[in-house]
C-alpha cells in the first residue's frame, strides 16, 4: 500500500502558484519523497525528490517539514499544461535492500489548472 | 536522465492471443520495471526485470502470465499471454540509471476484444 495520502483533486489559477500537500506520517529516516506527474494518456514524468533539506529544480520546489512527516510541491507560475495527476511517493533511500527502488503508487492528486 | 521507448504504442488484440512490448533505453541502465495502469486506475508495479537473472514478481502477477526477458542492460520485453479483456490497461516500463531516480516510457495502450 501507498504510505503517503494525498487531496484527491485541486484547482489553481494559471499564472498563480499551485502548493500540492502530501503527509507521509510513517516515513523513515532512509526513506527519499517523490514527485512524479501524469499528463493525460502519457508517462510519469519525474518533478524532484528529497530526503530532508528542501530542494528546488527548473520544474519546481520541494518543501519538507522538519519533523518529515508532510511535505508539499510547488509550483511557481502554474500553466494550463501543468494539468495533470501529480504522485507523492515514498521510497527507501538504501539501495542495497532488495525491492528498495520500486516505486508504489497511490492515486494521487488531480490538478486542473483554470484560465 | 534516460530516454525511454516502448513498442507498440498501441494495439487492439483477440482474447486468447499473446502480445510482447518491448522497452529500449538509450543508456545502460541496472534495473527496469514494468507498471501495468488499468483504466482510470492508478499504476500497480508488474516486476522487476534484472539483467542477467528471473524477473522478481510482485503479489498477484506471474511469470506464467507476464513473462520478462532482459537480455542486456538496454532492452526488456514484456509479453501478455494468453489475454482476456481483463487485460486492457497501459503497460508502461521505467529504468533507473543506478542513482535515485526512475524513468518511465510512454506506455502501451492495449485494449483485448
Known amino acids: 500500500d501507498a504510505k503517503t495520502t494525498q487531496p484527491p483533486s485541486m484547482d489553481c489559477a494559471e499564472g498563480r502558484a499551485a502548493n500540492l500537500p502530501c503527509n507521509h506520517s510513517t516515513i523513515s529516516g532512509n526513506e527519499y519523497v517523490y514527485w512524479y506527474r501524469q499528463i493525460h494518456s502519457q508517462g510519469p514524468q519525474y518533478i524532484i525528490h528529497g530526503l530532508k533539506n528542501n530542494e528546488t529544480n527548473e520544474m519546481a520546489s520541494l518543501i519538507i517539514t522538519e519533523d518529515r512527516k508532510s511535505s508539499t510541491l510547488i509550483l511557481p507560475h502554474a500553466t494550463l499544461r501543468d494539468t495533470a495527476v501529480y504522485y507523492c511517493?515514498?521510497?527507501?533511500?538504501?539501495?542495497?535492500?532488495?525491492?528498495?527502488?520500486?516505486?508504489?503508487f497511490g492515486q494521487g492528486t488531480r490538478l486542473t489548472i483554470n484560465p | 536522465s534516460a530516454v525511454i521507448s516502448q513498442k507498440p504504442s498501441r494495439d487492439i488484440c483477440q482474447r486468447g492471443t499473446s502480445l510482447t512490448i518491448q522497452c529500449q533505453v538509450d543508456s545502460q541502465v541496472t534495473m527496469m520495471f514494468w507498471y501495468r495502469q488499468q483504466p482510470g486506475q492508478s499504476l500497480t508495479l508488474i516486476a522487476t526485470?534484472?539483467?542477467?537473472?528471473?524477473?522478481?514478481?510482485e503479489s498477484g502477477f506471474v511469470i506464467d502470465k507476464f513473462p520478462i526477458s532482459r537480455p542486456n542492460l538496454t532492452f526488456s520485453t514484456l509479453t501478455v499471454s494468453n489475454m482476456s479483456p481483463e487485460d486492457s490497461s497501459i503497460y508502461l516500463c521505467?529504468?533507473?540509471?543506478?542513482?535515485?531516480?526512475?524513468?518511465f516510457g510512454p506506455g502501451t495502450r492495449l485494449t483485448v476484444l
Open positions: 511517493i515514498v521510497r527507501s533511500a538504501n539501495r542495497g535492500v532488495q525491492g528498495a527502488q520500486k516505486l508504489v
Open positions: 521505467s529504468a533507473s540509471t543506478g542513482g535515485d531516480t526512475q524513468y
Open positions: 526485470a534484472n539483467q542477467g537473472s528471473e524477473a522478481t514478481y
